[in-house]
């Protein structure tokens, strides 16, 4: 395991996929949870994560690795009903940027926009923009 990984009692993701913290959810299952992002990069930027704890990929037992692609694509499938165009991202470990040391896959819908992976001027999402997003998200 990840020598920065926190285990599930300090982990913000666990706490939302138990309820312990607000998301605004896109989708959930029995083994995964999808949400979106407080911080967006660009409008939809939705994050993909297992309900069980492991900071890495290679940490899940791989029926969850499968449970885990399978929402990623749903969640791929619907971001689609926002922009043709996407990009889907999994940091794993500090030196590769992940923050948070829970598994997730960051899906986030392009615009046309050149580079939307800066590092700074990401605003936080706003409680009308998220409500709507989870309406356009949502089962279809």
């Known amino acids: 395991m990840d020598g920065g990984a926190v285990g599930p009692e300090t982990c913000v993701f666990c706490d939302i996929a138990a309820r312990k913290a607000p998301a605004y959810v896109v989708y959930e299952d029995g083994a995964t949870l ?3 992002d407080l911080f967006p990069f660009t409008r939809g930027h939705a994050l993909v994560i297992p309900k069980r704890h492991g900071a890495r990929l290679t ?7 499968i449970a885990l692609v399978r ?17 889907v991202a999994l940091n ?3 030196a590769a940027g992940q923050i948070i040391f829970h598994v997730h896959f960051h899906v986030i819908p392009r615009y ?9 001027g990401r605003r936080r999402l706003r409680e009308e923009e998220a409500n709507a997003l989870v309406r356009e998200l949502g089962p279809g």
């Open 112 to 120: 046309g926009e050149p580079n939307p992976f800066h590092t700074s």
């Open 59 to 65: 940490d899940l037992p791989f029926d969850d690795q």
């Open 92 to 94: 794993a470990g500090a």
């Open 34 to 36: 999808a949400f979106l």
């Open 71 to 87: 929402t990623l694509d749903e969640v791929c499938r619907r971001a689609e009903r926002l922009a043709p165009d996407y990009n």
